[in-house]
């Protein structure tokens, strides 16, 4: 079956640090990749998506890019803020198993001031 | 604000009941999907309906059931509960079954005692 492996947390940084978080998936056929961000108390936000390979996502001064080579989809931002603190999630969809989702186990980021 | 809405937002139960969750989705979108998160198992995508039509089902125990209704919104129902149930159940809302944004509610945390 499909997977997602994500770096594992929690990951604290200074602001205006580097950030990445690593993420890898398993997959059969061509999936869709996303990154979502979960802020304390609410529900996952979508923050960015690249539906093919070599696409990159980018919102917000995020950005990941589709290898499909590597089976990766690393999330990095080059200067994060103490806003940036929250659960990042990566995500797949299946496209041809009508759209079943695979979430990795989530990534927590601390920016300190 | 995403325009999903879930209620209750907090439920607490006792082992052997049953409880229903509602979810309203944003105005327009047709899909809706219910993922189940705990500490232990990460983000689990449970099941998907089209149109009040079920169209994916993830890692749904055979005790919960769940249907949408034709004015779109869905219920969830969870019976014979266990203390493993406990967690945060969101709701999420897509305009159809191949769109890439989900938009997801703030959720509902069940606890079992």
């Known amino acids: 079956g499909n997977s997602v492996t994500q770096m594992e947390g929690p990951v604290t940084l200074s602001e205006e640090a580097f950030l990445t978080i690593n993420c890898t998936y398993t997959?059969?056929?061509?999936?869709?990749l996303f990154w979502y961000v979960q802020y304390p108390g609410e529900g996952l936000q979508l923050l960015l998506k690249?539906?093919?390979?070599?696409d990159k996502g980018s919102n917000k001064g995020f950005e990941a890019t589709y290898r499909k080579e590597t089976t990766s989809f690393h999330l990095e931002k080059g200067s994060v803020q103490v806003s940036d603190s929250a659960v990042y999630f990566c995500a797949l969809r299946d496209n041809t198993n009508a759209g079943k989702s695979t979430f990795g186990d989530g990534t927590t980021l601390t920016v300190k001031p | 604000d995403s325009g999903v809405t879930q209620t209750p937002k907090h439920l607490i139960t006792a082992t052997g009941q049953r409880v229903t969750l509602r979810c309203s989705p944003r105005s327009g979108d047709l899909s809706v999907y219910w993922y189940q998160q705990s500490l232990d198992q990460g983000l689990q995508f449970l099941i998907h309906?089209?149109?009040?039509?079920?169209?994916a089902k993830g890692n749904i125990l055979e005790r919960f059931s769940a249907q949408q209704f034709p004015d779109l919104h869905s219920e969830l129902n969870l019976s014979s509960l266990e203390l493993g149930d406990s967690a945060l159940y969101f709701c999420a809302s897509s305009v159809a079954t191949d769109s890439y944004e989900q938009y997801f509610g703030p959720g509902t945390r069940l606890t079992v005692t």
């Open positions: 690249a539906t093919k390979a070599d």
């Open positions: 309906y089209y149109n009040g039509e079920e169209r």
């Open positions: 997959a059969t056929g061509y999936p869709s």
